[in-house]
């Protein structure tokens, strides 16, 4: 299991990057942000927590959270309606009329849930070395985790991409044959690279830098943006303090792309990230015609009216250490 993970700060393209990447033979998506993996309380948190983070009773806690998520995040969600349609047809095999899909829709998801939960415990059952033992006795009600030592990288590595294969397989994803880059465009998940690459190892990991004025402009429109454009401008510049921009920058899975550069499809940057991701210069260059003409008419609408002096020099740092300049006249 491999991820294409898409992040950057929120309104910087992620988005239109997994509508656009999603189209190539070689990528799978759900169409939406797939939280389940790097969200508090999902896959990464867990295997932190059967690792280097290990305690006794949190491995357990990070178990019965990760569940909580995926119902949060699938099931209760009535806006995943072709999600949780997905899931029903997966676990029942068949495809209800919209009437009927209307009626017995919340039923038959939160069965579809306690079938995946229970495949979920039944994986981690099998699970055994090292004196380690995941999963839950048949006496107990709940599936838990009790462990000798800490379990290895490797071994969670193993253990996450069985894991997480067996969800997205409920959502559509057909594993077999030539592996396929999961896409992953949970803005923040960037930032948890590192963690990414340890249990998910030959991940990639593809950073949407916007202009921070742009981006900050966007915001405005956001229910759940400040309405300072300044404090905006904080955001993005915790963003990328978090993100480590220099070690990012110099690691071989990472790629630095300027959303204008590509909208306005810059030869060079294309040839660029079509290498980097490994498929054919002129199959990428043709799905980026087709996708950014209508962001290219939208992009024009957040435009900023403030100053480039307003943009903090820490940001300016930021971009320096990823590569990118920013014209900035202060």
Not at 40 to 47: K, T, Y
Not at 67 to 81: A, C, G, M, N, Y
Not at 165 to 193: F, K, N, T
């Amino acid at each position: 299991m491999r991820f294409l993970v898409i992040g950057g700060t929120g309104r910087s393209g992620t988005t239109v990057m997994r509508r656009t990447l999603v189209r190539l033979p070689t990528t799978f998506s759900i169409d939406d942000e797939l939280r389940v993996v790097s969200d508090h309380g999902g896959l990464v948190d867990l295997f932190n927590c059967l690792t280097r983070g290990y305690t006794h009773f949190g491995a357990s806690v990070a178990y019965d959270e990760v569940k909580t998520l995926i119902r949060e995040s699938l099931v209760d969600q009535p806006t995943h309606r072709w999600l949780q349609a997905r899931l029903i047809r997966k676990v029942f095999g068949r495809v209800l009329s919209p009437a009927r899909y209307s009626l017995l829709r919340s039923r038959m998801t939160r069965r579809a849930f306690d079938h995946l939960v229970q495949r979920l415990d039944d994986t981690l059952g099998v699970e055994s070395y090292r004196g380690t033992w995941i999963g839950g006795a048949p006496y107990q009600l709940r599936g838990t985790i009790n462990i000798v030592p800490p379990v290895r990288d490797e071994d969670a590595a193993r253990i996450g991409s069985k894991v997480t294969e067996m969800i997205l397989e409920g959502l559509g994803y057909a594993p077999g044959g030539a592996e396929r880059w999961v896409i992953d465009d949970s803005p923040y998940s960037v930032l948890r690279w590192r963690e990414y690459l340890r249990y998910f190892p030959g991940s990639k990991f593809l950073l949407v830098v916007r202009d921070p004025l742009d981006t900050t402009s966007s915001y405005t429109h956001q229910v759940w943006a400040p309405e300072d454009p300044d404090q905006s401008l904080k955001i993005l510049c915790h963003f990328y303090e978090a993100l480590d921009c220099e070690a990012f920058a110099r690691h071989a899975s990472s790629f630095v792309l300027r959303f204008e550069d590509i909208v306005s499809g810059e030869p060079e940057v294309v040839q660029g990230l079509s290498r980097w991701l490994e498929c054919a210069p002129d199959q990428l260059r043709d799905i980026l015609r087709q996708t950014m003409s209508v962001t290219q008419a939208h992009l024009g609408r957040g435009r900023h009216d403030r100053r480039r002096s307003d943009v903090p020099a820490s940001f300016i740092a930021h971009m320096s250490a990823l590569g990118i300049h920013l014209d900035v006249a202060r």
